[in-house]
């Protein structure tokens, strides 16, 4: 398999490479005279750290190396991301990964580490490194991926010396390809994708096998958007998932009295008994008028479904909403809401079924330049049942709230702006059905003041705040009092800034003084010859507490050095 797939990439990269000559015939678009480009950006970033009265949260020293260079050969674009760093060692997947997709026109070639997006329940944005293109001519949606999804990883005996050590789960290296076929456009489209992805069995040592049978995975998807009546929308994604949990199990017996299709689909995706065959999808009617809108949403995802080219899936679950939306006063006023209702144990085959209610409204308000405001209010409510459901039987209920308001002001003139924003939000979780599996009720107050100054032309700043939380918890109630100060100036013609902030809280509990947290900052930047600069950050966070049953007494020292080029 693995030698036919690359003779078919092969052929398909030399089929697109011959069409970057037909294109670039196209003379008058090109800067011939600078038929190679380079730009980006280089970071290089050096940190140490230390901490007393807790253990250490990060490497006392650590080094990072990153870039986002674009390579531009006669109008091709070539980005290149590369990230290199002391965070890797043998035991867990690489942090170090790179990858360039250069496009042209409707083609884009991808190589190395690349996030693609067929479908949602297929290939839906999990990294892989390999390559593949994507066609997009006038009409032809047309993509190809074949690549490496995971890494083998195998426990070292060398682990077990340091308890805090992380000790991953040993895993086969896991291999996929996918390819997606559509027509149409971003307003009306039909697409159908495929995914195709397995366990190497020779990737992981065999005392694992047993504990750990390699899994194999062919899913299909169907996605279409049509766009009708000039307002109405109709958007579908669906997902069929045949996944073998181990390839090593028995293969399923069929007879001849079971549908003709049933046999048929079970040799060609070779069936055994650990398989599953199951579904996802969910499908959107939005109506976008002027000033109102208004979309009606279903979704739907078996028990256990899963797709070796995506993540997660909140599985188990079907959920229906309504979305309205008003946009009033020449689109300085919006309003958005969303109600649903949720719920699990699609077959019956848990304890318990869960039913929540979700609901959601959201107001952005900006009658001028001087002043605006922000505002939003959620509700979650959840009620867990026994299989046969009755009002004496309920055994969980919980409702779980929150409101923001957010209000701003700004004034402008030509030489000063100034900012005050105060932000505001409460957050509840009750449970007025009272039982042994209720979690104790929970009340948040959270509000913080910022002011802000900035000399224009000087790049002069400061800025000054006070915050308060408190969290009511059954344990007591938790929270702080305080401000900050900060501000930033800039030398030798702005080639230099100079910023401090620094943050102070006095923590309470249950009323009474619990000490304080104090957290301070001084950086300085300096911008070398054009696009290059020089960043020096000092960082000290210090927690003092009476009552250490609470939080401890500690204290953390941080300097990080970066140089930054831009070219």
Do not use: C
Request: proline share 4%; no cysteine; glycine share 8%.
């Amino acid at each position: 398999m693995y030698s036919q797939l690359t003779r078919k990439l092969y052929l398909l990269l030399l089929a697109l490479a011959g069409l970057y000559p037909a294109r670039a015939q196209d003379i008058e678009k090109l800067d011939l005279k600078k038929p190679f480009r380079l730009s980006g950006s280089v970071n290089l970033q050096l940190e140490s750290y230390s901490a007393s009265g807790i253990d250490n949260r990060k490497k006392p020293f650590s080094w990072m190396i990153s870039g986002a260079p674009v390579l531009s050969i006669l109008g091709v674009d070539m980005p290149f991301s590369f990230l290199f760093s002391n965070f890797e060692n043998h035991y867990y997947q690489p942090f170090n990964q790179y990858g360039i997709s250069p496009r042209y026109k409707w083609a884009t070639l991808h190589a190395g580490y690349r996030n693609v997006h067929f479908s949602p329940y297929t290939l839906a944005g999990y990294r892989m490194l390999g390559g593949g293109l994507e066609l997009n001519p006038k009409g032809l949606r047309f993509g190809f991926m074949y690549g490496r999804l995971n890494r083998s990883t195998e426990l070292d005996s060398a682990q077990f010396a340091n308890p805090l050590a992380y000790r991953p789960t040993p895993a086969y290296t896991r291999m996929a390809y996918a390819v997606k076929l559509g027509v149409g456009n971003e307003k009306n489209y039909f697409d159908i994708s495929y995914l195709k992805g397995w366990d190497k069995e020779n990737s992981l040592d065999s005392k694992f096998r047993d504990s750990l049978p390699p899994a194999d995975n062919h899913v299909i998807g169907f996605s279409w958007k049509l766009s009708f009546l000039k307002h109405f929308t109709w958007q579908t994604d669906l997902g069929l998932s045949h996944y073998t949990i181990d390839t090593y199990s028995d293969p399923l017996q069929l007879d001849s009295s079971d549908p003709k299709i049933l046999r048929r689909l079970a040799d060609i995706f070779d069936t055994r008994i650990t398989s599953q065959l199951l579904t996802a999808g969910e499908t959107r009617l939005s109506y976008a008028g002027k000033w109102f809108g208004l979309g009606l949403q279903y979704k739907r995802i078996d028990p256990d479904y899963q797709s070796m080219g995506a993540y997660f899936f909140q599985s188990d679950m079907q959920q229906f909403s309504v979305l309205p939306s008003l946009r009033l006063k020449n689109g300085r006023l919006l309003i958005n809401g969303s109600v649903g209702w949720q719920q699990d144990n699609l077959n019956l085959q848990k304890i318990s079924t869960s039913k929540r209610f979700t609901g959601n409204a959201s107001v952005n308000y900006n009658p001028s330049q001087v002043f605006g405001l922000s505002a939003s209010y959620t509700n979650f409510g959840i009620t867990r049942n026994p299989l046969r459901t009755g009002p004496a039987d309920e055994l969980f209920k919980q409702v779980s709230q929150s409101v923001m308001l957010a209000p701003y002001l700004n004034f402008m003139d030509g030489s000063t702006a100034r900012n005050i924003q105060l932000v505001g939000s409460w957050q509840s979780l009750n449970s007025p059905v009272q039982s042994i599996n209720t979690s104790p009720d929970q009340h948040t107050l959270f509000g913080t003041l910022v002011y802000s100054h900035t000399w224009l032309k000087q790049q002069l700043s400061v800025n000054a705040s006070a915050n308060y939380n408190n969290t009511h918890l059954s344990a007591g109630d938790i929270g702080s009092v305080g401000g900050g100060l900060g501000g930033a100036v800039p030398f030798l013609k702005q080639r230099m800034l100079l910023s401090a902030n620094a943050t102070y809280n006095n923590n309470r509990f249950n009323g009474q003084s619990n000490g304080y947290t104090l957290n301070a900052d001084l950086g300085l930047r300096f911008r070398l010859i054009r696009q290059n600069s020089v960043q020096l950050l000092f960082n000290y966070l210090k927690n003092e507490a009476k009552d250490q049953t609470v939080v401890q007494t500690f204290d953390e020292k941080t300097v990080r050095v970066s140089y930054g080029l831009s070219f």
